[in-house]
């Protein structure tokens, strides 16, 4: 089924008052319209009722001073008031034509009646002139105008100019009861048409958000079963937004469920100890790790107390690291023992986090027991390195240091040849011992830096007095460029990383190559670069040559040999100085490695 969206039901709620509105805004002003009309209606019957009465009244007025024979004996038509008489006249007349142009047969009644009036008008003039001038037929004449002006009389104010202003005034006169009506109907439209309104709009109010208000409820209904983990109701049909939403919501629950599976999975067989502990340290619940780690099941661990299977030692530093938990949102995982089922102590790493919404501690347990029995064991084999190994190595490097000098009698060349190798065999041998007590030391944090303002051309000299004889072997040149930069290092360390780097550098070039050192000083670091004319270094492999045992796959790399250890030395002890150290190649043109080091302050 398919179902209006709810944009479109928005627009009908909005729309269709709208469009009620329009149309009662369109029947308000239609009425508006007849009320002007009707009003100018008025005002024309009222100016043409007024008009008509104004003719008839100076048409009796003229009729009366100058329609007798006396008058027209004693009166000029030559004065003043004649004349404004006769302009009076004129102009009601224009004014009766205006206001019947309208009217072909009110119209015709006026013209008429003009016609009239001044043709009885000039007939009165014509008897006027007769009469001054005299003569035989004055007499005669004067009975013809007179007998033409009494037929000429009546039709200056006939019946239907007569009839014409009374209907005209009737007109006007009603006009104010129509008036009345027309604002009556305007009024009982606007409050129809109001009232209309609303219940229109409060019925699709109605209809259309009751199916939007059911709809929402399931929803509502929906979150409340997913919250409460119990089945959600049927998905909403339709594809309007709240069926959108409905089908989203059944997604995202499927996938949180899934996620909870997947969640509950990983607890259930995390190798760590995942428990949460209330206010007390009590408890309250735990995954299956806890009878690896405690030797405890977890139904049976729950209400116990944490602090009881702490060691009495470290007691106290648990109870204040729970307390600062509860001040401190994030802390470092505390290491302590745990005892066993077994009667044994557990060497754990605890993190922990307190949530005060649930006045919970969640935490996770991890074993370290075998990583400190490992760390341990490193120790003792560095420890056996150190004394065991690099003693007995500096012993027989020194004895056949003396042989091949000489100094216990003259060999034969080819036994110097073997002593000359075994002597090099035993000083690779010591310098990969060095390197790897400097690797353990740098990771375990035990080398220390004696930084000093240091020139780098110092560096840069003592390193090619000591490289000078292993490049003219190898057959390459050293080209330092000088500088006046000061940084701020530890000198012996800064001049082992130079002389790693520079070192292999000249056992990768070709001979009859140069390796190049140079300098340069950006963003208060010192960047020294170090180039050879090598194979050079495969685009993927730039990053893995500084991670200890590892080098370049090429044939050059595994014929010069190495340990693996030198680069990554070179970017520990850089790294501890707060720099950093990269390399950048050309396969075929040659490598270059950069590293930089903070600038002493001046």
Known sequence: MKTTSLSFKVVLIVTMPLLFQLGLLTALWQLQEQAEQQLIRTERARELADAVNRMGNHAMEVISTYGAEQSIKDVSLANGQYQSLINQLTSDYEKLKALTDNDATKNGTVVKSERAAFDALAALQQLKSNRERGGPDEKQSRKRLWKEIRRLLPAVVPDEMTALGLAEKRYADQSIKMQSN??????????????????????????????????????????????????????????????????????????????????????????????????????????????????????????????????????????????????????????????????????????????????????????????????????????????????????????????????????????????????LNADRMISLINDLLDMEKIKSGQMDLERAPIELKDLLTECEELILGFAEEMGVKIAFETTALVVNADRERMQRVVYNLVSNAIKFSPRGGTVSIKTLSKNNFAHVLVSDQGPGIAPEQLESIFVRFLQASSHVAKLKGGSGLGLAICKEMVELHGGKIWAESVVGKGSTFIFTIPLADR
């Not at 709240?242 to 469920?257: C, N, S």
């Not at 420890?383 to 240091?401: G, K, W």
């Open 182 to 423: 027309f604002r009556k109907q305007a009024t009982d439209l606007m409050l129809i048409g109001g009232i209309a309104n609303a219940i229109l709009t409060a019925t699709l109010a109605v209809l259309l958000t009751k199916g939007v208000t059911l709809r929402l409820s399931k929803l509502r209904d929906n979150t409340l079963r997913l919250a409460n983990n119990r089945p959600l109701t049927a998905i909403l049909s339709g594809n309007d937004e709240i069926a959108q939403v409905d089908h989203t919501f059944h997604e995202m629950a499927r996938e949180l469920r899934n996620a909870q599976r997947k969640e509950r999975a990983i607890v259930e067989n995390a190798r760590d100890l995942i428990f949460s502990l209330d206010a007390n340290g009590r408890f309250v619940a735990a995954n299956p790790a806890s009878e690896d780690i405690l030797g405890i099941p977890e139904e049976e661990l729950l209400g116990l107390y944490l602090i009881d299977r702490v060691k009495s030692a470290t007691v106290a530093r648990v109870l204040d690291y729970m307390q600062e938990l509860k001040r401190n949102e994030f802390l470092n995982p505390l290491e302590f023992e745990l005892l066993h089922a077994n009667g044994t102590y557990q060497v754990v790493l605890w993190s922990a986090y307190w949530s005060k919404d649930s006045d919970l501690y969640f935490c996770v347990l991890h074993d370290v027991s075998a990583f400190k029995e490992a760390q341990r064991l490193k120790e003792e084999v560095t420890a056996m390195i150190s004394h065991d190994l690099r003693t007995p190595l500096s012993t027989i490097s020194n004895v056949l240091d003396l042989l091949n000098g000489g100094a216990l009698g003259k060999i034969e060349d080819k036994a110097a040849v073997y002593v000359n190798r075994a002597r």
